[in-house]
């Protein structure tokens, strides 16, 4: 015969002998008391993984936010209010404030000069991301990122339109930096052409007497950061707005076009003296023509390859800021296509 045992029912009594046979009624919830073997163990690192990090995938396949230690090294401009506003609590559970540590920052996206870094709630374990930098939006009510205002500077020179923004552009092309440059400096303003439009009655229009007009006060203009510091204070004693600044700014891009321009039509244009000497085309096509990279040869290529329709087509074609190659006028250039068919047809 079996041997009896002796169980507790559900309120802790002892029950009566039951067989070995016979299973004690129990109930289904039951917690240990002593789970030390209950948890998760991450054996993703640092970053951690889905459990310990919700949404931390997510971070992990996109291709503009990276998750390693990077942003222990390097240099950053932080802005020190925005960063703490964006602390205060976080978005998911509201506790706060988000704790700012080499474990809780999960990956970082940098955006020019400015970033976000993503950091995890200790309370809900919720990816908070919090700017280290102002941002703006030209339209508060549209979709997408907003813009970075460190991001999105204008350069500002006292006759800079003819000398400062023409040495500056090359200077940074040289240095191989060029388009780090235009992505952070949005465009260029001329403050002398501001100033010369908007204030007509003004006797003189340099530095100088500007500063002693507006703002009564001398200084060294053969200085430069006396003279930077100058301009911005004129600037703000003359009331200039910025939606007048915008008004009279121009891409950054402009003066290394320009400079690419001059190259090609010094190298370019002696190709066309004789379509010129000829009557084909005047000058000034000429040099829009040689300007823009081509010369009588690459003219030649394409009419032998895709005739009159291939020319006007990459002579009216658009560049990259919208305008014409050469000429939008259709009129002129099927009569100046013609010309030089008829003249490479009788070569």
């Not at 908007?198 to 006396?226: G, M, R, S, T």
Request: charged residues 20%; hydrophobic residues 35%; aromatic residues 8%.
């Amino acid at each position: 015969m079996a041997d009896s045992v002796v169980c507790r029912d559900k309120r802790g009594r002892f029950s009566k002998t039951l067989q070995e046979t016979s299973e004690p009624e129990v109930a289904e919830n039951i917690e240990i008391d002593h789970n030390y073997g209950v948890g998760h163990l991450c054996i993703a690192g640092a970053t951690g993984c889905a459990v310990c990090c919700p949404g931390i995938d997510k971070l992990l396949g996109s291709t503009k936010i990276n998750t390693s230690t990077s942003w222990h090294s390097g240099r950053r401009l932080v802005e020190w209010g925005t960063l703490l506003d964006h602390l205060k609590f976080c978005s998911r559970c509201y506790n706060g404030p988000l704790i700012l540590s080499h474990e809780t920052i999960k990956g970082e996206m940098k955006c020019g000069l400015g970033g976000y870094l993503y950091i995890q709630c200790t309370s809900c374990q919720e990816l908070n991301r919090v700017p280290y930098g102002s941002t703006h939006k030209e339209n508060p009510s549209s979709k997408g990122m907003p813009s970075f205002c460190v991001n999105t500077k204008l350069g500002a020179a006292h006759n800079g339109k003819n000398f400062d923004f023409r040495v500056l552009s090359t200077a940074v092309y040289n240095c191989n930096m060029y388009d780090n440059f235009t992505q952070i400096v949005m465009g260029f303003i001329d403050s002398l052409a501001l100033f010369r439009s908007n204030f007509p009655k003004i006797e003189k229009y340099n530095q100088p007497f500007l500063a002693q007009h507006f703002c009564k006060e001398e200084y060294n203009a053969h200085n430069a950061v006396d003279d930077v510091n100058m301009l911005d204070k004129i600037l703000i004693a003359a009331n200039v707005s910025k939606e007048l600044m915008l008004k009279l700014c121009y891409n950054s891009n402009s003066h290394l076009l320009q400079e690419n321009f001059i190259k090609a039509k010094a190298k370019n244009l002696p190709s066309f003296h004789p379509l010129i000497a000829s009557g084909v085309m005047k000058m000034t096509t000429a040099e829009n023509i040689a300007g823009s990279g081509l010369n009588c040869a690459h003219l030649k290529l394409i009419y032998t390859r895709k005739g009159e329709d291939g020319l006007i087509d990459v002579l009216m074609s658009k560049t990259a800021f919208g305008k014409p190659r050469v000429s939008n006028d259709k009129k002129l250039m099927c009569s100046v296509v013609q010309k030089m068919g008829n003249m490479f047809s009788e070569l």
